[in-house]
């Protein structure tokens, strides 16, 4: 049997490959998307204080470590029996918030766009963010100014431009002030009004691309605040295929609802609901839960594109758009909490003791999708067992399947074109893998390793 491989996959975070296997024939018999990478977070923080997972999870990765904090931080407030002021919350949605508009900016501008904008079959020395700034030096030039104020935003509240630390049980360590909101609240002005202009090149970003490609039939889960879009407080709506509800969940109830399992080809972990349907979180998860964004812009972007792509999308494509609706969002709602003069109040935290629960579960919405700190400690306050279920182990299967689905469609006598293979790569760039972020338990994986394709 042939084997193609992909390797690496580009414009990702971490590190993966494609494995497609042919018959005899030349025709696809199989395809997988392989990780083999491991992190292990989950082993060595056994034994550490529970106070010090805010702290030491941000280190899984350079590119979301708010979120680890962030869903760390709420376990903790559980496991001390601690509920942080109205304050302390804006200020970690605020810090949430700045993840996001460096992320989905990071990711539609420097990552997705270079296949929308200057083609699938453009030279792959070309077709990176390298060659946008030279095709858009523009774009490119205010896809940076948004993302440098993310990180700004992330450093005010955070403490850090990466690996944030200001978040521990019961809400912040440091307030913000006043003249910080003031110079935030300027630039978050500047960062909607690029996110708006930006929209006039993203809604047809996807005209003319069979959004066929990759889309795979699952259920969908994803946190809704009484319907409105919510990155960090309400339960998390599960649905099937169809857009109906299967139910919802808060804290330890998750294990009601999903289970994880491991395939003998890779590192990362699958997870699916129990009875054995699979589902997708993120982007395109949350858009087909929530009725409404919650702010004017996002909304109007939002029935745009719930126009093209119906309110229920199996399309793996969309979470491009969708992504893009986010960020809308997340500008619009950073403006209105920097324009929220509470937002400077030194009530900020509320003061934890001694050990109240020996477990906790800290979940949030982190940019690629919904994230599980589920922590149990001893009486001391010592972690005796971790687990963290990551958005993209979550959708490792629909990335796996959207894998073989294009692989099947461009693989022709075969062999391979680079652009075909690009196309491949499409649909794993569309869910905005985090591999760091997700390779925790040791699977089955084959440790053989052929580069056939290298760029």
Known sequence: MKEIT????TRIEGHADVRVYLNDRG????AHFQVVELRGFEKFLSGAAIEEAPRITPRICGICPTSHHLAAAKATDQIFGVEPPATGKKLRELLNLGQYIHSHSLHFFMLAAPDFILGHECPPETRNVIGLAHHSPDLAKKAIAVRKFGQRLTEAIGGKPIHPSNALPGGMSA??????RAELAT???????IALEGWEIARTLLDGVDTEFGAV???FMGMTNHGVYSTSEGPVAVLNPEGGRIGSFTGADYTKFIEEYSEDWSYLKFVRLKGGENYRVGPLARLNIVERMGTEHADAALAEYRERFGSVSQAALAYNLARYVEFIASCERAVKLLSDKDITGSDIRTPAGEVVNRRGVGIIEAPRG???HDYTVNDAGIIERCNLIVATCQNNYAIDRGVEDVARRVVENGALSDGAANQIEM???????CISCATHAIGKMPMKIEVIRKF
């Open 27 to 30: 025709e696809v018999d199989s």
């Open 175 to 180: 307030p913000l002030t006043e003249a910080k």
């Open 427 to 433: 649909v794993i760039r569309a869910y905005d893998p």
């Open 187 to 193: 630039m978050a002005g500047e960062a909607l009004g």
């Open 6 to 9: 992909i390797n690496p996959v």
């Open 370 to 372: 919904t994230l599980i």
């Open 217 to 219: 039939r699952t259920g």
